[in-house]
């Protein structure tokens, strides 16, 4: 595909000729390829001047501006992995959907207790007895982005966020390959057009007045978030990123910009809730029900932990009544097994259900610090949420990587410092290699890299139902075990076409 291709939208490719080759590394025009090097080139130009994602632990590869390896196509999904995106967003909403009615129905049943016990455990009261209001009982989030690793023919989830960050970094991929001709998932617009679809199906207004809160725990993701608001802007909604110590508070709701926000969407973690300045105040209107909050200030809704529960055997029917047979069956092959650990004494007559240990059943959760190499490659500790350890992969503890005296240190940490945080047991599964072409600017070629794929589709709740709005892939090399934005990594939009 030649440079010609690309065409008008929110990266025109207005420069002349010679101002453009001029801009061109000399190892880029010394190519055999010279389109795909100066369409490479015009993204890795038009995606740095966004400033989406500006952190000193994330520098530029050598010979190019952005903070990750630039593909030369949107990343590839077979028709049926495409299909399979769209019933893993029905079935996840679905799961939220349930999530929420198990907790509620876990406050007032004897037998189901221990749930609300696990979630609510570490929380500050005043902020769970908030998220218990009946005002509040139906509402959950509004965009939900799993991680998904590609397996062979289908895909594993690894997390499911609620508040998730890259939303501004895929919508800007979105734009600029689409300006190069290219197809992607979702169309060029698909992330703005779902985000403002939840905006206007939360609020029921035709262009309701949206404040991004960005803390400042957050702020590495304040400049994409400028940009999202900015494209939104620029297609005539009311839009701004903000910082929460400039919201204005008023009897008759939440102010920013010198207007009434609609909707005051939550851009920082409940763990972090302490340190936001006004947040007290954001829970103050909300309750008032002056503005509408999303996600909602429910900490229930944002534990990891709930992989554990979906697998418990004791709360089969409990799923099944809310999810049906099938569904409940969809998403226990999608999320991998996992098991909270509880440092409390287990009964003489019980095991830890699915969990083995040289072939037999566990009854005391200290006994996984004795795990062999080959036994530990299996399994990854992970703080379930509330937590500054619990976001970015910070606390994830993979055992293949882990000698056998600090998994032993690592394990025993996690019981010790229970419920602050709750910490997890969840079954490592890697994806598959792929091969994917990203250009190397300083070598001035197209290069296959074998990497493994962490897949972000990001879903919108809209009166349209669940809609897709695009996915974000990173492929890491193969040598990697966890999967995140890195200088090695190439991130790309996913395609619409195989």
């Not at 221990?114 to 009946?134: C, N, T, W």
């Not at 102010?255 to 006004?278: C, H, T």
């Not at 919108?460 to 897709?468: C, M, N, P, Q, T």
Request: aromatic content about 10%; some cysteine.
């Amino acid at each position: 595909m030649g440079a010609t291709a690309l065409r008008g939208g929110a990266f025109p490719y207005r420069r002349s000729g010679a101002r453009r080759m001029a801009r061109i590394p000399a190892a880029v025009l010394e190519a055999k390829d010279l389109a795909l090097a100066t369409e490479a080139t015009w993204l890795d130009e038009v995606l740095s001047e966004q400033h989406l994602y500006e952190s000193k632990q994330r520098p530029a590869p050598a010979g190019q501006r952005v903070g990750w390896r630039i593909g030369v196509r949107p990343y590839p999904l077979s028709r049926s992995l495409r299909a399979r995106l769209t019933e893993i967003g029905e079935d996840l909403w679905a799961l939220v959907q349930a999530q929420q009615a198990i907790y509620l129905r876990s406050l007032k049943t004897p037998e189901l207790a221990f749930i609300a016990e696990y979630l609510d455990a570490g929380k500050p009261a005043d902020l769970v007895r908030f998220s218990q209001m009946h005002r509040l009982r139906s509402h959950v989030p509004v965009m939900l982005r799993p991680d998904l690793l590609q397996m062979e023919d289908d895909f594993v989830a690894t997390e499911l966020d609620s508040v998730p960050g890259g939303f501004g970094e895929l919508s800007a991929l979105q734009d600029a390959y689409s300006s190069l001709g290219q197809d992607v998932l979702g169309g060029p617009h698909g992330m703005l057009d779902g985000f403002m679809g939840a905006m206007r199906h939360l609020s029921g207004a035709e262009h309701p007045f949206v404040g991004i809160a960005v803390s400042e725990e957050s702020s590495d993701y304040r400049p994409e978030m400028e940009y999202f608001s900015r494209r939104l802007r620029e297609r005539g909604e009311r839009v701004f990123a903000v910082s929460p110590r400039d919201v204005e508070f008023r009897e008759d709701g939440l102010y920013a910009q010198g207007e009434r926000l609609s909707v005051l969407y939550r851009f920082f973690e409940l763990f972090d809730l302490r340190n936001v300045p006004k947040a007290d105040l954001f829970l103050y209107a909300q309750r008032k029900g002056t503005v509408v909050v999303t996600p909602p200030f429910k900490p229930q809704l944002e534990e990891k932990l709930w992989f554990a529960l979906l697998h418990h055997p004791g709360l089969e029917d409990a799923w099944q009544a809310e999810l049906g047979v099938e569904r409940l069956g969809r998403l226990r092959r999608l999320i991998p097994q996992t098991h909270v650990l509880d440092p409390r004494p287990i009964p003489p007559h019980a095991v830890v259900a699915g969990l083995q240990l040289g072939g037999r059943p566990v009854r005391d959760l200290r006994q996984l610090g004795e795990m062999g190499k080959r036994e530990r490659a299996n399994w990854v500790l992970k703080p379930s949420g509330f937590s500054e350890l619990a976001w970015g992969s910070h606390g994830v503890h993979i055992g293949e990587d882990e000698p056998q005296e600090e998994w032993a240190r690592e394990v025993g940490e996690a019981l010790r410092t229970f419920p602050h945080p709750v910490w997890l047991l969840q079954r490592f599964r890697k994806a598959r290699v792929v091969e994917v072409p990203y250009y190397d600017f300083a070598a001035g070629k197209t290069v296959e890299m074998a990497g493994r794929t962490r897949l972000c589709p990001y879903y919108f709740r809209s009166a349209d139902g669940i809609v897709l709005g695009g996915a974000l892939a990173t492929v890491c090399p193969a040598d990697k075990k966890i999967i995140h934005g890195m200088v090695d990594a190439v991130m790309l939009p996913a395609s619409s076409q195989e």
